[in-house]
């Protein structure tokens, strides 16, 4: 999440994971189109955050994937 802007306008950058959003409140996201859904379903302490790990470990296994693909098959 890269931010929340709340119904007052007010904009608050890179929140924390004790961050509640609030009804009205405009989640700013970047990621692939499967891993919001995710968040919402994320616990809160220890397995929380071996889930997020575990997230950021597929990613990157998927980044290296594309950089290794467009290595070797550049476009064009």
């Given at each position: 999440?890269?931010?929340?802007?709340h119904p007052d306008g007010c904009y608050e950058g890179a929140?924390?994971?004790r961050t509640v959003a609030q009804?009205?409140?405009?989640?700013?996201l970047?990621?692939?189109?499967?891993?919001?859904?995710?968040?919402?379903?994320?616990?809160v302490g220890g397995e929380g955050e071996a889930?997020?790990?575990l997230a950021v470990e597929i990613e990157q296994r998927v980044e290296t994937e594309?950089?290794?693909d467009e290595f070797t098959n550049p476009p064009g």
């Open positions: 999440m890269l931010g929340i802007t929140p924390r994971g009804v009205g409140d405009m989640l700013v970047y990621g692939r189109s499967s891993e919001p859904a995710g968040l919402g379903r994320r616990r889930e997020r790990r594309q950089a290794r």
